[in-house]
């Protein structure tokens, strides 16, 4: 019950600070605007351009994370993204970052979906990187342009640097819950 409160009072003063950062932001795009006036039209039209990409993509994202919820069980993940999923588990990690082409911000709901269900830090972290960095669209395009031997190094070292990322901010979140004195399961 204790426990359950702390939980509470936590999830209160996060989304305190998410509004203080939300209202801070609107601020400044307002001092901004005012201090701008000549760029105030096309910083509108940017705004509403992106609002409508996110209006036309994220029903979509919402339907889909709507079926992970429930076509792919828990187990499967902890499976084969779960703390003791390993190398495989990077690998698969990665492979479903590279795959999909479309912008960062629909991977974030995927990414949450699969952590709820017991999906590894580290591994959610390399998807993430992956679905940033590793396009199979962007590859063949370096390869067109930029020759094979640019595209293998760049993609060799993207992959060594998103996987030693993904097990630092998963080695960071871990000390930092225990020093708080947080579950690591809960993260």
């Known amino acids: ?28 795009a307002a001092l901004l605007l005012l201090s701008f006036p000549e760029e105030r ?14 209006m036309l993509i994220l029903p ?9 919820e429930v076509w792919v069980p828990r187990d499967i ?18 492979v479903l970052g ?13 990414a949450a979906s699969l952590l709820n269900k017991g999906a590894r830090v580290s591994n959610i972290i390399v998807f993430l990187s992956a679905w940033a960095c590793i396009k199979m669209p962007q590859e063949m395009v370096e390869l067109q342009f930029l020759g094979l031997r640019f595209m293998v190094t760049r993609l060799l070292l993207t992959i060594v ?13 871990k000390w930092g819950n225990n020093k708080r004195g947080v579950s690591n399961a809960a993260y």
């Open 1 to 28: 019950m204790r426990n359950d409160l702390k939980f509470r009072k936590e999830d209160k003063k996060s989304k305190i600070r998410i509004w203080i950062l939300l209202g801070a932001t609107l601020a400044i």
């Open 41 to 54: 039209r096309a910083v509108i039209n940017t705004i509403w351009n992106y609002f409508t990409e996110m």
């Open 60 to 68: 979509a994202v919402m339907i889909l994370l709507g079926l992970l």
């Open 77 to 94: 993940v902890v499976r084969y993204l779960g703390e003791s999923s390993g190398v495989k588990g990077v690998f698969l990690a990665i």
């Open 98 to 110: 590279a795959l999909p082409s479309g912008p960062l911000y629909v991977a974030f709901p995927i």
């Open 161 to 173: 640097f998103v996987i030693i990322m993904g097990f630092l901010i998963e080695q960071i979140i």
